[in-house]
């Protein structure tokens, strides 16, 4: 999209320099207006643009109680202004490096979409979304993870013909990353700049509802708020202190009805981040040093530091701080041009454009208890006899060591065994403490962070029960399309499931193409004092081969014959059931389903692969009570199979984490 851009700007710039050099000739260019006498010179234009431009306007409010604000409204291009190429060389974004005082953050680099002021919103946004704030972009591009750019989305044209790149989080538009209503696009875009009330209010529709992108939330290119299409409004104070959200939220326009906070852009971005559930912190606007603000670099560099992007204001764009280099007040940033880093000098301008203000919205984790929930409650075994749990919770705090947190259990204290961290949340190893009788007990998690204590409790989410143990048969698809790596996991992953199953539990295991083996028939488990029944388990899925094609069925009435055959009558009845294709051979399904349904077998499914029959896996679970579980590919199948395994044994399971364990401290 940019380059044909740029082609086009390139034969308009020399037109409009020609044009240009008549216009000089017959009147000077001193009569020419202030934002177009840049084409008319060369690659070293004015560095700082007279205000109230094109791309840029400001003016002082005065509040309802007398206070005078700075309203500047941003409404940079969608393409790089002519004359500044030199200015806007790409750079390599340098690897932090300590010694020579250099910082820099991996921050996603979006097309200009919407308006420069959400584009950059959205970056930073995105920033956070791979950084641990793992809600702030749900869609299904990426496994729902936000990528490094906007390239996975194609590009639309408006109805005058101007094409843009689009991001959904920055503004969402129907037919858009799977969106099937409208969004922010349709509801308030008519064209660049324009002032016409949004299409939702022309065409009388209702208003899409926020939730996705952050440029509603920003009050981008909304008429309700005064903004043309594409701007952002953005207050500060006229002198250095800043002017924080609190004030923001209790501060009334002359009219004394309006709080300016329903207007500006930063306050916009602290309402989406609270909309996806994360806690404000820090939250301001403030100009920077070099127009009598008092943002100075040590500040931009204290963000930086602490892993967090800045949204720059300029005077007509918006930008995003990604890091620095100290020794020369270098700024590394993204400008919404492309997906380049570039850079500019601390107080400067970029793109003949001085440096503003800041937008400043830090946040942080609401601390919560992710599990166990009172609606799925850890098994911690019998009251007077209790074994480990696994808890998870949110990060209020890197890197915090384990005697921060506090675990109880019905009010008693549970001893954490183990500390693990990764980039989202801390698991728990947890010692249940003995309680005086089975039953439902509540749980609680504090923690001591820099800033005070958190804590969550979750009600009943602890369940103390005798053991009761369960029969599974493993039924594993071994058709042709699961050799390789495919084959080699679901063989691991059900070794696996082996190890957590328990003594006095029953284990089987039947594997199948167009017919059915039955590759090690349903036992009971034993201490391997009396017989190793788990590695003799193993040893017969190590010996599966794939090939052949698939009867689905005849798989699951094998399993079954096992369980009604085999099956202690008081124990509940498991069948795990593998496929990675679809049923091409009789017995169907349809014909042993009605079987199984009417016993007590639960049977939870897995599809393996783009080939898997979803429907068909998720109706057999959905008819005998279990759950349909996908796996996009082999190295999923562990993580899932350990949760079903919990599901089945009424347990939990823990088996590795990506992150840190705190130091010297060993699983037992």
Not at 316 to 332: A, L, P
Request: glycine share 10%; with cysteine.
């Amino acid at each position: 999209m940019h380059a044909k851009n740029q082609i086009s700007l390139t034969f308009k710039t020399l037109y409009g320099i020609m044009s240009l050099a008549v216009l000089l000739a017959a009147f000077g260019a001193g009569n020419l207006p202030p934002a177009r006498a840049q084409l008319a010179g060369t690659e070293t234009p004015s560095p700082t643009p007279a205000l109230n431009s094109e791309y840029f306007s400001t003016r002082t409010v005065v509040l309802a109680d007398g206070t005078s604000l700075d309203e500047d409204t941003i409404n940079g291009p969608s393409t790089p202004p002519a004359g500044y190429e030199l200015e806007r060389t790409a750079v390599a974004l340098p690897e932090p490096n300590q010694e020579m005082a250099i910082k820099t953050l991996t921050v996603p680099a979006f097309d200009w979409s919407f308006g420069c002021s959400a584009t950059s919103g959205a970056m930073i946004a995105g920033y956070y979304d791979r950084t641990g704030f793992t809600d702030m972009y749900t869609g299904p591009t990426n496994s729902s993870v936000i990528p490094l750019d906007s390239s996975s989305w194609p590009d639309w044209t408006d109805g005058v013909g101007t094409s843009y790149g689009q991001c959904p989080l920055t503004a969402s538009h129907n037919g858009l990353d799977g969106r099937t209503t409208r969004g922010s696009i349709d509801d308030y875009w008519v064209s660049y700049d324009s002032a016409t009330q949004d299409p939702y209010i022309t065409n009388g529709w209702t208003q899409h509802t926020w939730g996705d992108a952050i440029g509603d939330y920003m009050k981008t290119g909304q008429s309700t708020y005064s903004n043309h299409d594409g701007l952002t409004t953005f207050y500060t104070y006229p002198e250095a202190r800043p002017l924080t959200c609190s004030t923001m939220s209790a501060s009334y326009d002359a009219d004394g009805v309006t709080l300016i906070s329903t207007r500006d852009g930063t306050y916009g971005r602290k309402l989406f981040y609270e909309a996806k559930g994360y806690m404000v912190t820090d939250c301001y606007n403030q100009k920077t040093d070099n127009n009598g603000g008092g943002f100075t670099f040590a500040l931009f560099k204290a963000e930086i530091d602490a892993g967090r992007p800045v949204l720059l204001n300029l005077e007509g764009h918006s930008i995003v701080g990604v890091g620095y280099n100290d020794s020369s007040k270098t700024v590394y940033i993204h400008d919404t041009w492309d997906y380049d880093t570039h850079s500019m000098t601390w107080g400067g301008s970029y793109s003949g454009m001085a440096l503003r203000s800041v937008s400043i919205v830090n946040i942080r984790l609401i601390f919560a208890i992710l599990s166990p929930l009172q609606g799925n409650p850890a098994y911690a075994g019998s009251f007077n006899s209790p074994s480990k749990i696994v808890v998870e919770v949110t990060k209020p705090e890197n890197g915090l060591a384990k005697d921060k947190l506090t675990v109880t259990i019905g009010g008693r204290p549970a001893n954490i065994v183990t500390l693990y961290e990764d980039s989202a949340k801390y698991i728990l190893e947890v010692n249940a403490p003995i309680q005086s009788t089975n039953g439902l007990y509540d749980l609680t998690v504090s923690v001591t962070t820099s800033s005070g204590i958190v804590s969550d409790t979750e009600i009943a989410a602890v369940s103390y029960a005798e053991a009761n143990n369960v029969d599974v048969d493993l039924v594993i698809d071994r058709t042709g399309s699961m050799k390789g790596d495919k084959i080699d996991a679901a063989k691991n992953a059900s070794k696996q499931f082996v190890d957590f199953m328990r003594n006095g539990d029953m284990i089987g295991v039947v594997s199948f193409n167009t017919s059915a083996t039955t590759n090690f028939p349903l036992t009971t488990i034993s201490p391997p004092s009396s017989g190793d029944t788990k590695t003799q388990a193993k040893d017969a899925i190590d010996a599966i081969n794939a090939l052949g094609f698939t009867s689905i069925a005849v798989g699951l009435q094998r399993g079954q014959e096992q369980l009604t055959t085999l099956g202690q009558a008081s124990h509940p009845w498991a069948i795990i059931l593998l496929s990675d294709g679809q049923e091409n051979n009789a017995p169907w399904v349809a014909d042993v389903l009605p079987g199984i349904v009417s016993s007590k077998t639960v049977v939870y499914t897995i599809g393996l692969g783009s080939g898997a029959d979803e429907a068909l896996l998720m109706d057999i679970a959905s008819q005998t009570g279990g759950t349909y579980n996908f796996a996009p590919g082999p190295e999923q199948l562990a993580a899932i199979y350990n949760t079903i395994v919990g599901e089945v044994t009424n347990q939990q399971t823990l088996l590795s984490e990506t992150g840190t364990a705190q130091a010297g401290v060993i699983d037992t």
